[in-house]
């Protein structure tokens, strides 16, 4: 085979190993921000779970000052 061939092979070879680089990293990088979306997201549920229960035991507290006001 000549060496022209060999060239071609290696600079094709270079280019699409270059190219899934690129795809690689621009993948990696969309699915760490969505990552982090996801961490700010189940922060936000966590702390509305506190927050729910906070109220539920506010009612209760209110409910019982209301019946022994009455």
């Known amino acids: 085979m000549s060496t022209e061939f060999w060239v071609s092979l290696t600079v094709s070879l270079i280019v699409y190993g270059v190219s899934f680089g690129i795809f690689?990293?621009?993948?990696?990088?969309?699915?760490?921000?969505?990552?982090?979306?996801?961490?700010?997201?189940?922060?936000?549920?966590?702390?509305?779970?506190?927050?729910?229960?906070?109220?539920?035991?506010?009612?209760h507290r209110i409910d019982g000052l209301e019946v022994h006001n009455v």
């Open 24 to 59: 690689y990293g621009t993948v990696m990088t969309k699915l760490n921000a969505l990552e982090k979306k996801q961490d700010k997201h189940n922060g936000l549920i966590e702390r509305m779970v506190v927050v729910e229960q906070s109220t539920k035991s506010a009612h």
